[in-house]
């Protein structure tokens, strides 16, 4: 129930492409969708998010697509750079028993070749 | 505004053997967190503080895993006796409040590797 699903494992996609990676998750509860960038050797940072009040929030070159019916969410991101191969993961929180949790997919490993 | 700092960066240990990791969080965060982070894995949760006081330790094995947060600012998370399946990278966060919506800063983890 509070498992966030992830997909692909991996993506391999030419500079200039449009990368999409999938999210889905069961619990209803969960009522913010973070995404977090994470390079090798670094933690994970905070890349964008979305409430599912809305349909799509966008922040430069990176969306989120958000159908809150079918509890999938997506991130797209807009003219890929090499410089954006890293692993992304999806996120859902919700505040349970007076505390945040936040779950996490099992993450996409993103390489874009220039 | 200095990061989330932890240490050591990498750390290699044979089973059975126990060992701790430090994090000094965003200076002001009041909320810590422990993450585990397996190989080709997402983060999960172990341990959740607020200022000093333990909010959510439910995914924490308190048989040989323990943590503890001093007068509200660093933090130790410790193992003992270690086993091979906790090869991992360990993650710190720290968050200013308690909120859902409140970003978590992370740390650049420590490595550990069981043999």
């Known amino acids: 129930q509070q498992q966030v699903k992830q997909s692909p494992q991996s993506l391999i996609v030419q500079k200039g492409g449009i990368p999409i990676i999938n999210c889905a998750y069961e619990?209803?509860?969960?009522?913010?969708f973070p995404w977090y960038q994470q390079f090798p050797g670094k933690g994970p940072a905070l890349l964008i998010a979305i409430r599912p009040d809305v349909s799509e929030k966008k922040e430069g070159r990176f969306t989120i697509s958000f159908n809150k019916s079918a509890k999938q969410f997506s991130l797209h991101i807009m003219d890929s750079q090499p410089g954006d191969s890293a692993t992304y993961f999806c996120a859902a929180s919700a505040l349970f028993q007076g505390a945040q949790k936040l779950v996490f997919g099992q993450g996409t490993r993103l390489t874009i070749n220039p | 505004e200095a990061g989330v700092a932890q240490s050591p960066r990498y750390k290699i240990i044979e089973k059975r053997q126990s060992v701790a990791f430090w994090c000094n969080p965003i200076s002001g965060h009041a909320t810590l967190y422990w993450y585990q982070q397996i190989l080709g894995q997402g983060p999960k949760l172990l341990i959740q503080?607020?200022?000093?006081?333990?909010?959510?330790d439910s995914q924490l094995p308190k048989d040989r895993f323990s943590a503890e947060r001093l007068k509200g600012v660093d933090s130790t998370l410790k193992i003992q006796p270690a086993k091979l399946e906790d090869s991992a990278v360990y993650l710190c966060?720290?968050?200013?409040?308690?909120?859902?919506?409140?970003?978590?800063?992370f740390g650049p983890g420590t490595r550990l590797t069981v043999l």
């Open positions: 503080f607020q200022n000093n006081g333990v909010v959510d």
């Open positions: 619990n209803t509860a969960f009522d913010y």
């Open positions: 966060a720290s968050s200013l409040l308690l909120g859902h919506t409140d970003t978590q800063y």
